[in-house]
C-alpha cells in the first residue's frame, strides 16, 4: 500500500550498484508517490548532487570506491548546512559490525542491512522524516525566537509566550541551569525522563541526579558546555527508581540582564547505545 504524504519531499539514493538504484527508484515510486528521487552512483556526485538538490532524505550505501558512505556522512554531518539530513545508511549482509558503529558515530541516523524488506526500509524512513520534521519546526521557533528577543516589549512579552510553549511542548528534556549548575526551570519531559514532579528539581544541582563515577566528568563536561567551547556531550543520569540512562546534552546560552545561564536539550539515546552494544557483541 503507497504511503500518502501531504506534501511532496525529495530523496537521495547514493550506491554504486545501478540494480540497487534502480530497485530504491521503484520502492520509492510505490510507496511515496509524491515524493522526487534522484541518484548518484558514487560518494563524488552523491555530494554534488546533495549540494544543488537539498534533499529531505538520505538512503546510503556504507561500501563504495572512492569516497565511501562512511566519509560522505561524516562530511554531510560536519557542515550546518546539510547535518540535519537524516540519513539511512545501508550496507551488505555481510557488514562487519564495526562498520555500522562506524556508522552511526559518523552521524548515520539509522542502519539497515541488504537485502532487506521493503516495509522495514519504508518505516525507517517514515521515522526518520518525522523526526526531521520535528526537529525543523524547533530550530525554526529557536530562530524566531532569537530574532524577537531584540524587538520591542510587546513583541518580547509575546516571545516569552511562544518559547514557553515551545519549551512545555518539546519531546525533549529541558532544563534551564546557572554557572553553577543549579536547576532553574524544567520542563515536562524533564520530569518525565527523572520520574520526578518539578519541585523535586528545581533548586537542585545537576550532579545530584548523576552516578557517583561520572560527577568529575560532568563537571568538566559542564564547563565546556557553559563556557562555549563545545555544544554536544553524552552523559547519564540516574532516575528516581534509580535506573541508569545515558543522554545526549545539547547546550545553548540564555543571556539577559547581563546573566547567562544555560538551556540544556537532553535526549534519551539508549536505543541507540542498546544498538551499537548488540553490534559490538556480533
Known amino acids: 500500500m503507497a504511503i500518502q504524504s501531504e506534501q511532496a519531499f525529495n530523496i537521495l539514493a547514493i550506491d554504486d550498484t545501478p540494480q540497487n538504484l534502480m530497485l530504491l527508484e521503484m520502492l520509492m515510486e510505490e510507496f511515496f508517490p509524491k515524493a522526487t528521487i534522484k541518484t548518484a552512483p558514487s560518494g563524488e556526485e552523491g555530494l554534488q548532487l546533495i549540494q544543488a538538490e537539498h534533499p529531505d532524505i538520505i538512503l546510503l550505501d556504507a561500501i563504495m570506491p572512492g569516497i565511501d558512505g562512511f566519509e560522505v556522512c561524516s562530511q554531510l554531518k560536519s557542515q550546518p548546512s546539510t547535518a540535519h539530513i537524516p540519513i539511512l545508511m545501508t550496507s551488505g549482509i555481510k557488514v562487519n559490525a564495526d562498520d555500522r558503529v562506524n556508522g552511526f558515530e559518523g552521524g548515520a541516523d539509522s ?121 554536544t556531550v553524552e552523559s547519564v543520569i540516574v532516575d528516581s527508581t534509580g535506573t541508569s540512562v545515558p543522554v545526549e546534552i545539547r547546550a545553548s546560552q540564555l543571556k539577559k540582564d547581563h546573566l547567562t545561564n544555560l538551556l540544556l536539550t537532553v535526549r534519551d539515546i539508549s536505543e541507540r547505545k542498546e544498538a551499537q552494544e548488540r553490534e559490538s557483541d556480533l
Open 111 to 231: 542502519y539497515i542491512c541488504k537485502p532487506y524488506e521493503a516495509e522495514e526500509l519504508v518505516a525507517q524512513m517514515v521515522a526518520l522524516l518525522r523526526l526531521k520534521k520535528s526537529e525543523d519546526e524547533l530550530r525554526s521557533h529557536k530562530v524566531r525566537l532569537e530574532m524577537d528577543l531584540v524587538e520591542t516589549t510587546d513583541v518580547l512579552e509575546d516571545t516569552t509566550e511562544r518559547f514557553r510553549l515551545l519549551f512545555e511542548s518539546s519531546p525533549d528534556a529541558i532544563f534551564v541551569q546557572d554557572e553553577s549548575g543549579m536547576i532553574l526551570d524544567v520542563n515536562p519531559a524533564a520530569c518525565a525522563l527523572h520520574k520526578l514532579e518539578p519541585s523535586a528539581l528545581v533548586g537542585c544541582n545537576f550532579r545530584d541526579f548523576l552516578p557517583d563515577s561520572s560527577r568529575s566528568r560532568a563537571d568538566h563536561d559542564y564547563k565546556e558546555l557553559f563556557s562555549g567551547h563545545t555544544d
